[in-house]
């Protein structure tokens, strides 16, 4: 029994050593890049902070996720079905959750896309949401967005963010703090932020008639394949 204890202990410092405070340094990453506009940089941000902090989820609460890889809704939906927890997330998580899966993973233009700069605040929802589980205390699942309310406050034991809030001579302190409105050590009643919106044609899409060609010097995922295919068919 001890050595099972023991076992388990390790596998939950993975979890959380992998995927938690790696999704934590990411989620400063991801806002640095919304701060200076730099697009493609917030989207994958976003995408990999959401995936790391849904994959400590999923093995904290030994939740089988071997075919999940970059799937976000893949993830989501094995955290709903397993029976064991439900996340709650509000709808404006979600809509950002199941944009950042379509558009984020893609790094390369292989797809055409559009950023708004103000998704930060998004980012900062979803983080807030969802960081609530990577942990298996049940204190910080009990606290609530409500409508019109300003974000409560929690703190999870360890936590690299908790470690970052508190140490002002910390490189990170600045950019993870910046009109944050959800993560803090005080409570912001407004936050000022200047919009950008950022968008681009992929190549591809502009000329599908390219890809067998390209195909021959790079990989591309098979469902992207598919798609391009489908919009070069003749009607």
Request: include cysteine.
């Amino acid at each position: 029994m001890n050595s099972q204890a023991n076992t388990d202990g390790l596998i939950n410092d993975f979890a959380v050593r992998c995927f938690r405070d790696e999704g934590d340094e990411v989620y400063i990453a991801a806002r640095m890049a919304f701060r200076a506009g730099l697009a493609v940089n917030a989207l994958w941000g976003s995408q990999q902070t959401v995936e790391k902090y849904l994959k400590c989820i999923l093995l904290l609460h030994w939740i089988p996720a071997k075919r999940v890889f970059h799937d976000l809704r893949e993830a989501l939906k094995l955290i709903e079905t397993s029976g064991k927890l439900s996340l709650g997330l509000s709808g404006r998580t979600m809509e950002f959750v199941e944009r950042v899966d379509e558009i984020g993973r893609f790094r390369y233009l292989e797809i055409s896309r559009v950023a708004y700069g103000l998704d930060i605040v998004n980012l900062d929802r979803a983080v807030w949401e969802l960081r609530r589980y990577c942990t298996l205390s049940g204190g910080p699942r009990l606290v609530k967005l409500r409508q019109g309310v300003r974000a409560p406050s929690y703190q999870l034991v360890g936590g690299y963010l908790e470690k970052v809030m508190g140490d002002t001579r910390d490189p990170a302190h600045k950019p993870l703090l910046w009109n944050n409105a959800f993560v803090g050590l005080r409570h912001r009643r407004k936050i000022s932020l200047k919009t950008w919106v950022k968008c681009a044609n992929a190549p591809l899409y502009l000329n599908p008639q390219i890809l067998s060609e390209i195909l021959n010097y790079i990989h591309l995922p098979k469902d992207l394949i598919n798609a391009y295919r489908s919009h070069t068919r003749p009607d």
